[in-house]
């Protein structure tokens, strides 16, 4: 499962330097996208990520950094799923109107999130 730690490592970072180097581009070709009414329709894909990373973890040198990785998409697709759907869409629109210092800040820690997912690929 070491590729699927490579693969999101590779994601993270690539989205982290999109959204601190092009951020107007990233916000409104590629998350406006994103926006739907129901917010149930992307809980399968956090949970099926959260799964991968809990049976990946074993193939990485920190695996409580990665297992709180999947517990973490775990609970976002659990709450995108049973949360109050209005409290869950308010959260979103944050998300999304939020300032382009906020992006950067998020791109900035998602690079760091995806560099430290491939540095425990290393044993």
């Known amino acids: 499962m070491i590729w699927f730690l490579f ?7 690539m989205c982290g330097t999109l959204m ?12 406006s996208k994103l926006r739907i009414s129901d917010p149930r329709m992307w809980s399968p894909l956090p949970i099926i990520v959260g799964v991968l990373f809990l049976l990946s973890a074993s193939s990485s040198s920190q695996v409580t950094f990665i297992v709180v990785l999947g517990l973490l998409s775990l ?4 709450l995108f799923f049973f949360g109050p759907r ?8 944050w998300w999304f109107e939020s300032s382009d210092k906020m992006w950067r800040v998020w791109g900035i820690l998602c690079m760091a999130l995806g560099i430290a997912v491939l540095v425990t690929i290393v044993h």
């Open 20 to 31: 601190v180097f092009a951020t107007r581009v990233m916000r409104e070709d590629y998350f």
């Open 75 to 78: 609970s976002k697709g659990l």
């Open 7 to 13: 693969v999101m490592g590779l994601v993270w970072i």
């Open 86 to 93: 209005q409290k869950v869409k308010k959260m979103i629109d």
